[in-house]
């Protein structure tokens, strides 16, 4: 029934997992008992999201290889959904954007046989050359340049980014014999959603000083590099348990996760910012919308998994 | 039999198609009704305007849920007319009076009387994607005749993007839905569209949708 490839160091990995959401919502516990006039409600949608996340993402990995990639497929839906629901379109594009969503599936069966070419190219280059050409049949030329811009850059963040996440599945799992892809999966979205939570309560706690005000008054230096520090930390604790990389190499590992994490979430920030909305969907209550909590994984899924495959693959 | 593949039909294939294919951001959904009379009242661009409210409801309420729907339209037919009466369950409506003196809301003072829910699109028509058209005054006769029973306005925003009038590609998109506080009658029926078309406005206002100059 389960997931053959799954190995020890995986399964306790996933039971760690909710040992920290546990441990979450000790303290939130904690907390309300001692403030008990402060509201809690937004931190605790948080926590409560989380144990969704978190139960929906381990039952994703341990159920099989398909359902895996099945579920990465639609977190791409999802995500490319929220996106073009938030930004304006042109209703004359309704087929073109009808051809963006089938690109979905289309990427992620390429991931399925495992043709590394083909994955690599296909939005990049086919999609980047079709869909100008099917609005082009359309014929309408006012916006084109801006709605074949924002389509295209839709797709790239949330499906060829994100489609990473699921190629590191199907790299052979000789490369990796602790943990296998699902090891590096789990590695790469707990440190890069660590490293997210950890920047905002370093940034809580110490945070004065602000890097981007322009987009996020929230960033600040003292959260960024509290964020660094614990992630650094993290990935060289958990190297061993998920991953072939030597501490060195989880040293690097971190330090693109905990930049190109921070690039990634401001980079959405900047987007929302020019639509005008808060938060980019309701689908996660406390967090906002699914690119809300992808934000990050758009940034640090291909550049991780670069690092991987040019060292290991 | 019929009540069997409706609720099929809407559980399984509706609340599936509206949930994971369109998705829908839902604001105030405590404001909806728990049980009948009542009457929802929605602006319209779409055919899955109707999927949308219905799936809202509860499961329970869906034997008393009928969409008001005009019966030129979707009575033309057999296979339509099959479709419109015994799964989505429509109340049909004649858009002309035919007979002077003949009431056409007649039998929407008779589900109402019954305890029904009723979906009512006062537009009349879908009309242009996503535009807002002036309000026909029906609603405001039902209102009259059924004081106590609650209307509650929903605007709908989005489906005319998913699926808009002759169009048959339907393309996902998330749709939002606001819900309004239930309005009472007031002394008379243009005071009570003024009521109405202004609740429509504020909920609009609501959502932050950003258009392109077209």
């Keep these: 029934m389960l997931n053959p490839d799954l190995t020890p160091n995986l ?12 441990l979450a919502s000790l303290v939130l516990v904690v907390l309300r008992h001692r403030n008990p006039q402060r509201d ?3 931190l605790s949608q948080r926590t409560r999201s989380w144990w969704v996340m978190v139960t929906v993402f381990s039952a994703a990995m341990l159920l099989s290889r398909t359902i895996s990639l099945v579920f990465f497929g639609f977190i791409s839906f999802l995500a490319l959904k929220e996106y073009l629901s ?4 042109r209703r004359s594009d309704r087929r073109v954007l009808f051809w963006a969503y089938i690109a979905i599936p289309v990427q992620y069966y390429w991931v399925a046989v495992g043709w590394y070419g083909m994955f690599i190219i296909f939005i ?23 709605a074949l811009g924002t389509l295209h850059w839709g797709l790239m963040t949330t499906v060829f980014s994100i489609s990473h996440l699921a190629f590191l599945l199907v790299l052979p799992a000789a490369g990796n014999p602790v943990a296998g892809g699902a090891g590096l999966v789990l590695y790469l979205v707990f440190l890069t959603q660590f490293n997210d939570v950890a920047q905002y309560v370093w940034g809580k706690l110490l945070g004065s000083h602000m890097v981007i005000p322009k987009v996020s008054p929230n960033k600040t230096w003292e959260g960024f590099v509290g964020g660094l520090v614990t992630t650094v930390l993290l990935a060289v604790l958990l190297a061993p348990v998920l991953t072939p990389l030597q501490w060195p190499m989880a040293l690097v590992a971190a330090l693109i996760i905990a930049v190109s ?9 900047a987007l929302k910012r020019d639509i005008g909305v808060k938060d980019s969907g309701s689908l996660l209550p406390g967090h906002g919308g699914i690119l809300d909590r992808i934000d990050s994984l758009t940034y640090t899924a291909p550049l991780f998994f670069h690092f991987i495959h040019y060292l290991y693959w | 039999m019929y009540r069997l593949l409706r609720f099929l039909f809407f559980n399984l294939f509706v609340r599936f ?20 009379p009542a009457i929802l009242v929605a602006n319209h661009n779409s055919h899955l305007d109707t999927m949308v409210l219905m799936t809202l409801l509860s499961p329970r309420l869906l034997p008393q849920v009928q969409p008001v729907a005009a019966m030129d339209y979707f009575l033309r037919n057999r296979l339509l007319a099959w479709f419109a009466l015994k799964i989505v369950g429509i109340l049909p409506l004649k858009r002309q009076r035919q007979e002077p003196g003949e009431d056409p809301l007649a039998p929407v003072h008779q589900a109402l009387d019954q305890g029904r829910v009723l979906i009512f699109f006062p537009e009349g028509s879908r009309g242009e994607p996503e535009q807002l058209s002036d309000f026909k005054t029906g609603i405001a006769r039902l209102a009259e005749r059924h004081p106590a029973v609650p209307v509650i306005p929903v605007y709908l925003h989005g489906l005319g993007k998913a699926l808009p009038k002759g169009e048959a590609l339907f393309v996902p998109f998330f749709c939002d839905v606001f819900v309004g506080e239930a309005l009472g009658w007031v002394a008379d029926r243009k005071g009570y569209m003024t009521q109405l078309e202004n609740a429509f406005r504020n909920l609009a206002a609501e959502g932050d949708f950003s258009t392109w100059e077209m």
Excluded: C
């Excluded at chain 1, 399964?11 to 546990?22: E, K, M, Q, R, V």
């Excluded at chain 1, 938030?86 to 379109?89: C, H, K, M, V, Y």
């Excluded at chain 2, 509206?18 to 728990?34: F, I, K, M, S, W």
């Design chain 1, 261 to 269: 994490g921070f690039i990634g979430d401001v980079t959405i920030s």
């Design chain 1, 124 to 146: 990049p280059v086919y999609m980047f050359l079709f869909l100008p050409l099917r609005m082009v049949i359309i014929g309408e030329t006012k916006s084109f340049l801006r």
């Design chain 1, 40 to 42: 809690f409600t937004e």
């Design chain 1, 11 to 22: 399964l306790w990995s996933l039971a760690g997992l909710y040992g920290l959401l546990l």
């Design chain 2, 17 to 36: 198609f509206v949930l994971v294919l369109l998705g829908l951001n839902v604001r105030h959904r405590q404001r909806l009704p728990a049980r009948g």
């Design chain 1, 86 to 89: 938030i930004i304006p379109t």
